[in-house]
């Protein structure tokens, strides 16, 4: 199937296409040039564990992410056992098999540039 060319284009957080509401936090998704992004806000004491978890009923975080950390500091643990810390600027990979939460008492924003479609979807 052949598609047209694409076109420069523009848009913004503050009018998603989505947006998803669980507890202690939210995620707003956006489609621009056929990339879907995210945009998460997690309150102080989220954890995909506890929060995520039950909305899409598998054993860990099965989406791979790729984004930034725009503030705040998370944490994330591989089903392996190994674990590692973002803080604000960081650029962050975490692979499928994983649990997240925020560290500290300061809200997180993570901009996601890949894994936004499939974040935190209803089973």
């Not at 039950?54 to 705040?72: K, N, Q």
Request: charged share 20%; glycine share 14%; with cysteine.
């Amino acid at each position: 199937m052949a598609s047209g060319p694409k076109q420069i284009a523009k848009r913004s957080f503050d009018t998603p296409d989505e947006h998803r509401s669980f507890s202690a936090g939210t995620t707003d998704v956006v489609t621009v040039g056929g990339m879907t992004l995210g945009l998460a806000r997690y309150e102080p004491g989220w954890r995909w564990s506890k929060d995520i978890k039950p909305i899409v009923g598998t054993e860990s975080c099965e989406v791979e992410h790729l984004g930034y950390l725009v503030s705040g500091r998370m944490g994330a643990k591989m089903n392996d056992g190994s674990e590692l810390e973002f803080a604000a600027g960081d650029l962050v990979y975490i692979p499928p098999g994983h649990d997240g939460w925020i560290v500290g008492d300061e809200p997180a924003v993570f901009l996601q540039i890949m894994g936004a479609g499939a974040y935190a979807q209803q089973k």
